[in-house]
């Protein structure tokens, strides 16, 4: 009991006093910052590859440079994706703060060896490091955040996420804007070093922060954790609510490691608990697949040479618009926090992909007539194309922007939800680094015909949605594991309970019939009859997120 209090007394000092939503909200400041870098660093170099001083310092004038000047740009998703892999065995052993601590340092090295590049190699290395960096912490940060906020704010957090990492993106494209108004060196390097601001919150937020009391737990810190949680709570560390949370995570760090299942035991088709794992795992992944598949790398890396080499428009003109392009795609993508669990994933994809697959059409025709010798009017349709650029952006925003991110973790069971978020992660750098790769070669020999590979991918993920992806909304993560203990057909479209964004009947009366019969097994102690009482009432509310609730009711 003395060691409690004087964990109490040391958590009254740490965080410089700060418990609660306002501890929450610090590491939300940390986790958002590593987002926002990420965002900004999809923009930035957009504006860089466009700008003369650039050009002339790294010798990538003409068109005969195009492949080697999209492979500069692509070799950053390289190290993304192998920063990412890196996430699963590094950050498991350092812990989410050390992680994100050593992506950031990572990151560093990297943005300063692009900020002074003088030479291709240069900045190539510089890329391929900051990009290791980077991988690190979008496949860290997430994971943190999620495992120090409540249940009920974990949602809503990890839109913010995602809506600051196209704060990050829209902030590049302006600043890249302003300084193309600038000569010298300045306009482009000023730019690249930016990111330092953001840098510099990391390293000033993320040290005195909680580390992932889950991750403590794992690797047997009790104590710590539930200081941690009493700290994150605001509440006594002696509290029935604490004990409960902390049993509740040592019972699931135990069933993890009871469960488990390794890569290649993975590959040779073992699942561990028979819920589809393989399927699950290529669910998620593919969600994450599609997101890149769908274009939006063609335009967030190289929106101003689209619209300097596709649409016609003069450099000025392209960043500006570009920089406005961005703002749109901010504000409309906060359409997507009250919509996420009201019109469910599924739609939220299927709405989104259907528009994108319109506009990306609209956008090839308008530029075949651009491109048509001797067509009158081509300046007209041209400029029309240009408004088919923000529509696109405004239904990426709203619907392909957060599900693909969110989607792997519900999907993944409970022992696979690193490892499921891992290759998510990584198969979106994969497909980001194809992407980037092959945009400006292709522009330049294929010219409008470029665009009908965007128009066929995003027209053809609403009928993968619609038949192989079920809803995930409004359930608990017990029920996704149910639907598939239940269901092993990969054809999802006929099944009511998969397809609709409400939770199905069946699984709340299952629900309610587990808490009456949990409620009639209660004894006679006051105590322990409060625990049990406040544990069912959380299960009602649907507090608990994975299996280490249904065995935590099993215990009461």
């Known amino acids: 009991m003395g060691i409690r209090k004087q964990g109490q007394e040391r958590g009254k000092r740490r965080y410089f006093g700060l418990t609660g939503g306002w501890l929450t909200f610090w590491v939300s400041v940390a986790c958002d910052n590593a987002m926002t870098i990420f965002g900004y660093e999809q923009g930035v170099f957009g504006g860089v590859i466009v700008t003369q001083d650039f050009l002339n310092a790294l010798d990538l004038n003409g068109p005969e440079h195009t492949s080697l000047l999209g492979t500069v740009t692509a070799l950053y998703d390289v190290g993304c994706f192998f920063g990412a892999i890196a996430a699963f065995s590094i950050g498991e052993r350092l812990g989410r703060k050390k992680a994100v601590l050593l992506g950031t340092t990572v990151m560093s090295i990297g943005a300063i060896l692009q900020i002074s590049a ?25 994971v943190w955040q999620a495992e120090t906020s409540k249940a009920a704010w974990r949602g809503k957090l990890v839109v913010i996420e995602l809506i600051l990492n196209i704060a990050g993106f829209s902030l590049s494209n302006w600043i890249t804007y302003g300084f193309s108004y600038v000569n010298g060196p300045v306009a482009w390097r000023f730019p690249l070093a930016f990111q330092f601001f953001f840098i ?13 009391p889950r991750w403590l737990i ?3 810190h009790i104590d710590e954790a539930e200081q941690i949680i009493a700290d994150l709570e605001a509440t006594s560390i002696d509290g029935a609510y604490i004990i409960t949370e902390s049993k509740e995570i040592q019972w699931a760090v135990q ?18 608990n028979g819920t589809s794992t393989g399927r699950r795992m290529i669910l998620g992944a593919g969600a994450q697949a599609m997101q890149q598949l769908a274009g939006i790398n063609v335009t967030s890396y190289y929106l101003p040479t689209v619209l300097i080499q596709s649409v016609g428009l003069s450099e000025k003109l392209a960043r500006l618009l570009a920089a406005c392009n961005s ?47 001797g067509y009158s009017g081509s300046k007209q349709v041209a400029a029309a194309s240009v408004a088919f650029f923000f529509t696109y952006y405004i239904c990426f925003g709203i619907g392909f922007q957060g599900v693909p991110w969110l989607y792997p973790t519900e999907i993944n069971s409970l022992s696979m939800r690193t490892k499921g978020a891992a290759l998510g992660t990584a198969s979106n750098w994969a497909f980001n680094y194809m992407v980037v790769e092959i945009t400006p070669i292709g522009i330049q020999t294929l010219q409008w015909k470029f665009y ?52 199905p009947l069946a699984y709340i009366e299952h629900e309610q019939a587990e808490a009456r019969r949990n409620s009639s097994a209660i004894g006679q102690n006051p105590e322990a009859n409060k625990h049990r009482l406040a544990a069912i009432e959380r299960a009602n509310r649907g507090d608990f997120d994975n299996e280490k609730g249904a065995k935590e009711m099993e215990k009461v």
Do not use: C
Request: no cysteine; proline share 5%.
């Open 118 to 142: 003088y030479s291709v190699p240069q900045m190539i290395v510089g890329r391929i490091v900051a990009g290791l960096g980077n991988g690190l912490n979008t496949a860290t940060a997430p």
């Open 327 to 373: 703002v749109s795609y901010l504000a409309f993508s906060m359409i997507g926090i009250p919509n996420v669990e009201r019109w469910g994933r599924r739609k939220m994809m299927m709405y989104a992909a259907t528009g994108q697959f319109l506009s990306y059409l609209m956008i090839t025709i308008l530029l075949r007539y651009n491109e048509l010798p």
């Open 255 to 272: 069933y993890e490691r009871e469960n488990g299942v390794g890569w290649w035991d993975l590959l040779r088709g073992k699942s561990g």
């Open 200 to 212: 510099f919150i990391l390293f000033g937020t993320v040290p005195w922060l909680p580390e992932s």
């Open 452 to 503: 009908i590979i965007w128009t066929i991918f995003n027209a053809s993920f609403v009928p993968i949605v619609y038949l192989f992806y079920p809803e995930t909304s409004d359930r608990t993560l017990e029920d996704v594991d149910r639907f598939f203990r239940e269901n092993q057909d990969v054809f999802i479209f006929k099944d009511k309970d998969a397809i609709f964004s409400k939770r």
């Open 218 to 220: 794992a690797h047997d």
